[in-house]
């Protein structure tokens, strides 16, 4: 029987497509096969065809997308296929040229979205236009980055706005090409729950062979929808070859994924949760007693004209909490960070003691 607390599948915005627009043809084959997709899997439904027309590269001297005349392909597909296109823009002359060839949706790339006045822009060529404007988090980690510029857009355009989770570039992301760092959307989420925020697990991936895990936890975590690159034959694409799907990649990937229940938690979860909410009452009291003692500790350093930082004390905390994470089977990365941030907090503190002006 139907349950109806599990979410329609057909509810996930899905849009997929090659990471560029190459060529007609290519956008032909990627049609055709997204229309038998939905034919062929009523669970799912890909809304839209993605490829970029202009490709923001970070290094020159390699493809840099087919420009305007992939918009008359682009336009071509919509009428021949009925499958709505969408397009990366990045400034407000792309949008306007994609307004010319009657693109009726559009998303802001990482790179843009990091730049204030070019969100500006955007969003004044967008005036009053109602479309969807999808918006990739800024490539950095910064949460009022990306929602200042949906906030911007919102203003002027009129229209939804959705977020697209794409990852974060780090120095080191191993094993992804862009660091997921789930905590982000998740907070987006619970601090704006009616926007959508799709997850672009190809971006994040880098490589196919990680593509389909990070699509499971997007689910996993209520993200509404999933952006995939596909490409008729990923070894040739001019652009992101390395993480595109081939057709029956794409559709294995469907197969496997898992929607599972967002409501509906039963008698014993709910009294495990109960229990929980007391055990994080006790640990927050035990912090705030923690922290009490750490401002007396504070006064007693600046009496003693003793630095607030004193290493060897805190490699010893460090060393007394791994130890403890050992015995107690605790992964001793979330120890290690747990201490960081008590620690940080602890300076903190104690550096607004210090500074106090004498009385
Ligand atoms: C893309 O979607 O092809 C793209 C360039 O994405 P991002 O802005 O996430 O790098
Ligand atoms: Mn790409």
Redesign the pocket.
């Known amino acids: 029987m139907k349950d109806p607390n599990i979410p329609a599948y057909g509810s996930l915005t899905l849009i997929s497509g090659p990471?560029?627009a190459e060529s007609e043809s290519q956008l032909r084959a990627a049609a055709e096969f997204f229309c038998r997709f939905n034919r062929e899997n009523p669970r799912f439904r890909v809304d839209s065809l993605?490829a970029?027309v202009w490709?923001?590269r970070s290094r020159p001297g390699t493809f840099e997308g087919q420009g305007e005349k992939a918009l008359v392909w682009m336009q071509n597909i919509r009428r021949d296929f009925g499958l709505p296109t969408i397009t990366?823009i990045a400034s407000a002359q792309h949008a306007e040229l994609c307004m010319k060839y009657g693109m009726d949706r559009f998303?802001i790339?990482?790179?843009?979205s990091a730049n204030p006045f070019l969100m500006q822009e955007i969003a004044e060529s967008l005036r009053g236009c109602r479309f969807p404007v999808y918006v990739?988090n800024p490539?950095s980690p910064d949460l009022s980055l990306w929602t200042g510029g949906m906030e911007r857009i919102e203003a002027l355009s009129g229209g939804p706005v959705h977020a697209?989770h794409?990852g974060f570039s780090l120095y080191n992301s191993e094993p992804f090409r862009?660091a997921p760092l789930w905590e982000l959307p998740v907070e987006l989420k619970r601090s704006r729950p009616e926007r959508k925020i799709i997850c672009?697990p190809?971006?994040i991936a880098g490589k196919r062979s990680l593509v389909a895990g990070i699509a499971q936890t997007a689910l996993d975590l209520e993200m509404d929808g999933l952006?995939i690159?596909v490409h008729p034959c990923p070894e040739n694409a001019l652009?992101?070859a390395s993480q595109q799907l081939d057709f029956s990649q794409f559709e294995n990937l469907m197969a496997s994924l898992v929607v599972r229940r967002q409501q509906g938690a039963s008698a014993r979860i709910e009294q495990i949760r109960c229990m929980l909410d007391e055990v994080d009452d006790e640990l927050l009291q035990l912090l705030a007693k923690r922290m009490e003692m750490v401002k007396d500790l504070g006064r007693l350093k600046k009496q003693e004209n003793l630095s607030v930082l004193q290493m060897e004390r805190w490699k010893n905390v460090v060393r007394r909490g791994l130890d403890a994470a050992a015995r107690r089977g605790l992964d001793p990365g979330f120890v290690q960070n747990l201490l960081n941030c008590i620690h940080t907090e602890a300076l903190r503190l104690q550096h607004d003691i210090i500074d106090e002006p004498e009385k």
């Open positions: 990471c560029s993605r970029g490709k923001p990366e998303w790339g990482a790179r843009t990739k490539i697209i794409r862009n672009d190809s971006h952006m690159e652009s992101d």
